[in-house]
T-cell receptor
Framework: DAGVTQSPTHLIKTRGQQVTLRCSPI?????VSWYQQVLGQGPQFIFQ???????GRGNFPDRFSARQFPNYSSELNVNALLLGDSALYLC????????????FGEGSRLTVL | GENVEQHPSTLSVQEGDSAVIKCTYS??????FPWYKQELGKRPQLIID?????GEKKDQRIAVTLNKTAKHFSLHITETQPEDSAVYFC??????????????FGKGTKLSVKP
């Protein structure tokens, strides 16, 4: 079984640009969450989606948005990039029912210049 | 909202010794407490978790204890090996109502096991 897959793995953008990150959950997992991990820190919760609906939102500005598709894959969009958005963006999926174990993807490393 | 504090930030032990990492949480409604191990450049991977209806859980050399009254939980690694060297994160969430995907993480503990 494939794990959580994310793309792209690395990308470089300049300030003010927009970025879209993609995530495919483990087969059978209907919930996808996004986390931002700045170097040397723990992951910070950005969004959770379940059955295409937003189930939770962390303390991030409106420049961050996400959506979930009928096949449960998800996209994270960040507009008007700032230098401080440079981070590893992790996607995680869970079955939701029966337990809270989150399975993380390898992440998309975003560098903003 | 929930806040998770983790100590120490770095921990160095000799191979074969035990390592203990401690976390406290603020929201008494939290009932799910996982621990993740993250090696350099890799994804966080779940190593053990505990729910609030259990006080202790063991898996080979790894154990987690939970004190709901004091709102703290700890990771214990016995007989440490060099491959245990990594950053360990504790986290907390409410494991109901679809909130399982919303984990609040501590800042991490960098464990170094010296041969």
């Amino acid at each position: 079984d494939a794990g959580v897959t994310q793309s792209p793995t690395h990308l470089i953008k300049t300030r003010g640009q927009q970025v879209t990150l993609r995530c495919s959950p483990i087969s059978g997992h209907k919930s996808v969450s996004w986390y931002q991990q700045v170097l040397g820190q723990g992951p910070q919760f950005i969004f959770q989606y379940y059955e295409k609906e937003e189930r939770g939102r962390g303390n991030f500005p409106d420049r961050f948005s996400a959506r979930q598709f009928p096949n449960y894959s998800s996209e994270l969009n960040v507009n008007a990039l700032l230098l401080g958005d440079s981070a590893l963006y992790l996607c995680a999926s869970t079955r939701l029912q029966g337990g809270g174990e989150l399975f993380f993807g390898e992440g998309s490393r975003l560098t903003v210049l | 909202g929930e806040n998770v504090e983790q100590h120490p930030s770095t921990l160095s032990v000799q191979e074969g010794d035990s390592a203990v990492i401690k976390c406290t949480y603020s929201d008494s409604a939290s009932n799910y407490f996982p621990w993740y191990k993250q090696e350099l450049g890799k994804r966080p991977q779940l190593i053990i978790d505990i729910r609030s209806n259990v006080g202790e859980k063991k898996d080979q050399r790894i154990a987690v204890t939970l004190n709901k009254t004091a709102k703290h939980f700890s990771l214990h690694i016995t007989e440490t090996q060099p491959e245990d060297s990594a950053v360990y994160f504790c986290a907390a969430s409410m494991d109901y109502g679809g909130s399982q995907g919303n984990l609040i993480f501590g800042k991490g503990t960098k464990l170094s096991v010296k041969p």
